[in-house]
């Protein structure tokens, strides 16, 4: 059974910086993609970032530039480093995995979730 668990929020000023880390176990990690979803109120829960087994990277226009995702295959972790931080970053953020190939940046694409990580960006 694949397990999520998300670490690392937490609360900034407005241009700070945060790294949000996921723990990935259960699975042969380097095969499955893994993603970053953030809540809004308007719109549910929509994608930050995702990141393929070999390495590729794929960002939401909103976070491109700002935010970066990576992983370590040897130890299950995947990252998010998030900079120059927004108010309107602030959300809960999520870790996802999906088995295979990345594909869209959606939630039905992702099978497994983790509880989420608070961030929380002041102005």
């Known amino acids: 059974q694949v397990q999520v668990a998300e670490s690392g929020g937490g609360s900034v000023q407005a241009g700070g910086s945060l790294k949000l880390s996921c723990v990935v176990s259960g699975y042969i990690f380097d095969q499955y993609c893994l993603g970053w979803f953030r809540q809004t109120p308007l719109n549910g829960r929509v994608g930050v970032a995702q990141i393929s087994g070999s390495g590729m990277p794929n960002y939401a226009e909103s976070v491109q530039g700002r935010f970066a995702i990576s992983r370590d295959n040897d130890k299950k972790i995947l990252y998010l480093q998030m900079n120059d931080l927004k108010p309107e970053d602030t959300s809960t953020y999520y870790c996802?995995?999906?088995?295979?190939?990345?594909?869209?940046?959606?939630?039905?694409?992702?099978?497994?979730w983790g509880q989420g990580t608070q961030v929380n960006v002041s102005s």
């Open positions: 996802a995995a999906r088995g295979g190939k990345c594909y869209t940046l959606t939630t039905p694409s992702f099978g497994y």
